[in-house]
């Protein structure tokens, strides 16, 4: 097996001191020491003892250098390639959304224009209509077209990614505040004990996609069998069911209604408010996503 090594010198200088602290920390290194210079972390896997020196000042002449030999420890550790181990401290503070869209007899990574266009103009509809929920005072089933300033700010920081290879797959960034709680200890302190306030507003947005997303799917199996079956999706309205949501899902499928899936990796940094068990992965028909 070939692994993945890293050498691109400006893409190890890239990763910053806090992404770098965000990540060991979310993976259970333990602080052992510090200086104004570095680090050094320390972490048991099994029989085996572990430690990282980690720089703290991106100014150093040999920084990317010896953030290579950080991605090196973690590649062994955790049996990864250092290029997996690379982008995932990248997005350390990020969620990473992927919708897989399976377009027909189309070849791996390829859709046709129109319904290119559309997906991307369906995947923005989909999450503003996530984001509009979360920050209503009142869900309503359907949305007014004029968004709040705070629904608009989110989207501004929403970042597109390149196509990954399979089926057509479109990967969305939504950064994610690092701190919850309002006066948060350094990152190279032990975290306290105190309940952070609240989930950030992205990390809202990040999992009502998904826990609408799901609402909608039940609610159109229901429709099938419910003589009313509208009823099920005016019940969903508070769990981020809209026409807005509903339109978006069937855009994302397309004319021919072809299969899409939606799954997301959440920043390790900050994790989840509550610990769940949480399905991050829904594939669903067109027919599934929305009422006729």
Known sequence: MIEAIVT???AL?????????????????????????????????????????????????????????????????????????LEQISRVSTDVHFVSIFPGEEAPGRIGLDEGVQAYESLRAL?????????????????????????????RGVRLAASAPGSFVL???????????????????????DEPAAE????????????????AHEAANGALVDPDGLAAFTNGVPAGISANLCEALVGLAGPSGHPIELSVALAAAPPPRQLRTWNSELRTRNRNSAPA
């Open 127 to 155: 999450v503003a209509a996530a984001a509009y929920s979360v920050g209503a005072k009142q869900p309503r089933a359907v949305q007014p077209a004029r968004k709040p300033a705070e629904v608009l700010e989110y989207l």
């Open 8 to 10: 691109d010198a400006a």
């Open 13 to 85: 200088a890239a990763r910053t001191p806090s992404d770098l602290a965000m990540y060991l920390r979310s993976r259970g290194w333990r602080l052992e020491s510090r200086n104004d210079r570095a680090a050094l972390w320390t972490n048991t896997v099994g029989a085996d003892d572990f430690e990282i020196a980690q720089p703290l000042d991106a100014d150093l002449r040999d920084y990317a250098a010896r953030i290579h030999d950080v991605i090196e420890v973690l590649a062994i550790v955790e049996r990864r390639s250092e290029l997996d181990v």
């Open 171 to 193: 990967s969305l960034h939504t950064p994610v505040p690092p701190r919850l709680s309002v006066e948060p200890p350094s990152l190279f302190e032990e975290p306290g004990l």
């Open 200 to 215: 950030p507003f992205e990390r809202q947005v990040s999992l009502r996609i998904y826990d609408a997303v799901r609402a």
